[in-house]
């Protein structure tokens, strides 16, 4: 079996969206061992739409096909879907009374448009859609099978499962692909690559890839056969990959943010903390408190953007900000000791820079920032600075590229500094990477 994926919906053809349910039904055919030979994307066109089912037929027999199922009349993919396969569409009764009754629960008539919804190809099957009105259709044909699914991801997600993956099953006989995952922040690209090469020929060079965005490298590695055999493989592959890797590997978890494992780590230590931003203008909040149950462990966070906010809120000294400027180190280490001291955190985090595009000089470029963490005072503190913060690191950076990224980069550092602290494996800078500095730790700065 060779699979092709034709996504429709001509605002696919223009900048404001991007085709993602190739993506994930991808995965799907990966994980049943089915390669996918080619991926199109057509506009609501009948005619185009025909053809090119007509064209990926020559390369591939299972074709998977989303959008254009809607109840509008640019919703045209069942005619052409029936065009291509020279079968008529019908009225299903069936279908119409479903979707009837899907509106009857939300207390609406179903509008007439809809009726188009209930429209099947000769001989198709059904694929119902518990998350919307458009069911799904499966076809076969002597070139091949055709599913049809609606292009709302969520419907499209709801019918992998329900439809595809099981239909897929009983075809892949369990033999399949599966991919494993390691994902590392604040480590080059060209480091992770560095680390994990000696693998590369025990693991196989074609299972294994490297992919990076700004601050998180993705290794990825990829194990085939029978369920039970890839899983445990994969299992082996970790666990080599992670050797190699070390302490930089933060999550083998897709899905996981590194703002859920420093929340893991801080939650199983009973400590908090609480967040001073400047630049990051409450992204490292944001990200915080997008995982589930964070108010465990983060009181909050001030979002210090000007000067007068860094005094009165977190009681930097006006003097540190004339001497040395809002994005420097006295600062951003005063602001995150005023928020772990007036948050009543463990842990304070102090974000200030420059993320441009304006606002850099030659001695602060856009880009710079400076991230302070700070702890409690060490055991037998003198008693007039217990009240006060230890810097438990600063580290000064430059990170290329526009505002947006600045300050993802920025969060992600912040976050990654924290988390090696609390696993007690020495900062980033250890780790080779050249950028930023550590200070000594253990400084007063009450
Ligand atoms: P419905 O009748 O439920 O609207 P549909 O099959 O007609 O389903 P479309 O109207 O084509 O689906 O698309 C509905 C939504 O799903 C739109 O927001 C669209 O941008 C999004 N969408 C469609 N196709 C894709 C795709 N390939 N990848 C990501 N999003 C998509």
Known sequence: MRAAILAIGTELLGTDRLDTNSLRLTQSLETYGVPLVTKAVAGDDETQIAQTLDHLFTQADLLLVTGGLGPTADDVTRQAVARALRRDLCFDDDVATGIEAKFASFGMRMPQVNRRQAEVIDGA???ANPRGTAPGLRCDDERGT?????????????????????????????????????????????????????????????????????????????????????????????????????????TDREDEDLAAVVGDLLRRRGESLASAESCTGGWLGRRITAVAGSSDYYPGGVVSYSNAVKEDFLGVPAALLAEHGAVSEPVAVAMAAGARERLGATYGIGITGVAGPGGGSEEKPVGTVHLALVGPPAAGARSEDAAGSALVEHRRVRFPGDRERVRWMSTQLALEMLRRHLLGVGSIAGEGNAEGRRSGAEAGVA
Do not use: C, H
């Not at 599913?147 to 009983?170: H, K, N, Q, R, S």
């Not at 991919?179 to 299972?207: C, D, F, Q, W």
């Open 125 to 127: 099957t059904v694929l």
């Open 146 to 250: 055709v599913f049809l699914f609606p292009g709302v991801p969520t419907e499209l997600e709801g019918m992998i499962v329900a439809d595809l993956e099981p239909w897929l099953a009983e075809r892949s006989g369990g033999a399949g692909r599966e991919r494993g995952m390691l994902k590392v922040a604040s480590l080059p690209e060209s480091t992770v690559e560095e680390r994990i090469a000696p693998a590369y020929a025990e693991l196989g060079r074609e299972n294994v890839s490297v992919l990076a965005k700004a601050g998180e490298i993705r290794v990825q590695f990829w194990a085939a056969g029978a369920p039970a055999e890839r899983r445990q493989r994969l299992a082996q592959m970790a666990a080599r990959l992670r050797g190699l890797l070390g302490d930089a590997v933060f």
